[in-house]
């Protein structure tokens, strides 16, 4: 996600670290690359222009040249740009007084909306609400028959008729009234382009619903083209916020960094896999910060947390951030880590993980390897595997059904991580994270 991106500005602040004060032209180089970069992710050229246009004006104010190290000032800068640009603030879901809450969502096809649809609906479930899913989009044969399917993984009813859509959306409304449902999304017809009819049929579908959000499902792999979808809709729609998907294929990032300020409606959502639990709120912060390397701690507590028990979560991220990290930690976040999905995923979270980790091959033979062979350690060779010398190497290699050369490269690997750990937990690697959540 993101990848060329966080490559380039990777490559921008590292040389920048270490100079001193920048000179006029220094600046201007940076905004230069900056610039390209930009466009390279295949953001919006006014876009562009207007983002480097503010990060200019803040570089070449008071702002850098107070400061002591100015090339963490502009990673701040650059930072708390990229956070307005991607939207400034989550966007904040309210319900209706009058319950139910209804939620229109539109798209193309082949966006993700239907899947989208039954993943907001399992969001709104984590809200504690109960959902109605109502399947309006009778053009393509098996949308109903997919949302239905979707519905019995999530346990959420779907609703629908083979009427027409605008009476299919009422009668879903109706239907959501008579059983006490207080959130009613209704899944609407795409098409593989924008048309006439297909615009006619949403506004007519809107009109009988009075939806309290209208949400548009668009594909960041598509770039560019996702953002002109957005524009088109939102003529005729009003759109409150857009629901990106397939943010796990979109290595550029130009849709994700465009659509705020080219449509002026928020990201609302991000889908970031096939799998249901891919997706969340649509959180600036945490992408800008991942975009320039700082990782997303709080996306990764929230994850753990509903892998397992909340205090557990948060003290093993506690003791992981303050390097207080021994080989049981290591095979019980192992085992943690499991639970939460795709490790590399993961990965890519941790502030200041250095990319050739983030992105090295982890896979799960490897994990079990490294159960056996802690599971094989003594508690006092856990403890401090420094006693562990070639007699002992043997025994838990042995016992683990690996080789010396194995056990001793599992502890060096161990140590690299301890080392690291510590480093970060001793701050200054991190630029603008925040300390002390517990
Ligand atoms: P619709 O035609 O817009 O209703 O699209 P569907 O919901 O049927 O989705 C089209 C395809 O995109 C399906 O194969 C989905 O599994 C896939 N898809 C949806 N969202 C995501 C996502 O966030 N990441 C990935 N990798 N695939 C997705």
Known sequence: MFDALSDRFDGIFKRLKGRGRLGDAEVDEVLREIRVALLEADVNIAVARGLVGRIRERCVGEELSRSLSPAQQVIKIVHEELIETLGGETMKVTFASKPPTVVLMAGLQGAGKTTTTAKLARWFKQQGRN????????????????????????????????????????????????????????????????????????????????????????????????????????????????????????????????????????????????????????????????????????????????????????????????????????LEQMQQLKKMGPLQGLMGMLPGVPKEVRDAEIDDREIARVEAIIRSMTIAERTDPDIVDGSRRTRIANGSGTSPNQVAQLLKQFKEVQSLMKRMGGGGMVPGRKKGKK
């Open 131 to 330: 959902p109605l899913l109502v399947g309006a989009d009778l053009q393509r044969p098996a949308a109903v028959e997919q949302l239905r399917t979707l519905g019995s993984q999530i346990d959420v009813p779907v609703w629908s008729e083979p009427t027409d859509p605008v009476a299919v959306a009422e009668g879903g409304l109706a239907e959501a009234r008579r059983l006490g449902r207080d959130v009613v999304i209704v899944d609407t017809a795409g098409r593989l382009a924008i048309d006439a009819e297909m615009m006619e049929q949403v506004r007519q579908i809107s009109g009988a619903v009075d939806p309290h959000y209208t949400f548009l499902v668009i594909d960041a792999m598509t770039g560019q083209d996702a953002v002109s979808v957005a524009q088109a809709f939102h003529e005729t729609l009003a759109l409150d916020g857009v629901i990106l998907t397939k943010l796990d294929g979109d290595a550029r990032g130009g849709a994700a960094l465009s659509v705020k300020e080219v449509v002026g409606r928020p990201i609302a959502f991000a889908s970031t896999g096939e799998k249901i639990a891919d997706f969340d709120q649509f959180h600036p912060d945490r992408l800008a910060g991942r975009i320039l390397g700082m990782g997303d701690v709080l996306t990764l507590i929230e994850k753990a947390e509903e892998a397992f028990e909340k205090d557990e979560a948060e003290a093993a991220a506690a003791r992981l951030l303050e390097g207080q990290f021994t080989l049981d930690d290591f």
